[in-house]
């Protein structure tokens, strides 16, 4: 951890060389949420509800996925941009050091910019809260914080898929993408709105629904008073998405042979 936190020190470094371009891209990102919050907010001014879930409660499963997407393209970057060192033979370099190959693939690239649009999700996330009528408690706020974090975890997993596949593939699939930003506006609503395949596909492979489906019927009161609580542990069980993700990446390093001259 305290190597990983040089490696954010040192990129936080080099970007505030440039402080005000720093500046002028995070707010850009900021505003970048804002159109797909808007399109959403006219969408139910237009039919006033999907499926009974109101804008308030779309809006806090979409604040909920955009935050965690946020964090996962800030810290995660460097398995994005994972290819381009296989081309380059830079993944030889990170063989040969007596660290982690996770470690120093995250630490070689952080897009703090993405702050912007964190920030901005926040506002959205308050915003949902102060009109959907949840009855705040404790295990309500913790389970709020935990399908934060656990999408966050679930993205990274997913980058982290997609860098083990350049072990095969040595160039990124741009079919990659749809298991980034396709899936991210999928998730950005309660899943029951669409086709039952894409519930359980959300739910039982990339396990989204666990982050933004589930625990959001326990929030909005949809569960029950009998099993309720037992949701708000669901987004921790989510977030073990990031083993299978791991031992996939492990198989890819144990492949992989070394770029040659």
């Known amino acids: 951890m305290k ?123 308050a915003y949902a809260i102060s009109g959907a009528e949840i009855d705040w408690n404790p295990a309500r706020v913790v389970t709020l914080v935990n399908m934060i974090i656990s999408g966050a975890a679930i993205f990274s997993g997913v980058y982290m898929l997609q860098a083990a596949a350049a072990f095969w593939t040595i160039d990124a699939l741009e079919i990659a993408n749809i298991f980034t930003h396709g899936v991210k506006e999928h998730a950005s609503y309660p899943l029951d709105i669409f086709p039952k395949w894409i519930t359980v596909f959300f739910t039982f492979v990339i396990p989204f629904g666990t982050v933004n489906y589930l625990p959001l019927k326990y929030l909005t009161g949809r569960t029950g008073d009998g099993s309720g609580r037992a949701y708000a542990l669901i987004p921790l069980a989510g977030a073990m998405f990031i083993a299978p993700c791991a031992l996939a990446w492990r198989l890819g390093v144990k492949k992989y042979s070394s770029a040659g001259s």
């Open 3 to 125: 190597l990983y936190l040089k490696y954010v020190r040192l990129i936080l470094k080099s970007h505030m060389q440039y402080r005000a371009s720093f500046i002028m891209m995070a707010a850009g990102q900021f505003f970048t949420p804002f159109s797909l919050f808007t399109g959403i907010y006219f969408l139910f001014g237009r039919f006033g509800g999907i499926r009974g879930w109101t804008m308030y409660e779309v809006f806090l499963c979409f604040a909920v996925i955009g935050s965690g997407f946020a964090v996962a393209e800030c810290f995660a970057r460097g398995f994005d941009k994972f290819p381009n060192m296989i081309r380059t033979a830079a993944f030889d370099r990170v063989l040969v050091r007596p660290r982690s190959t996770v470690l120093q693939v995250l630490g070689c690239d952080f897009d703090l910019k993405r702050i912007g649009i964190f920030i901005s999700n926040m506002i959205v996330l």
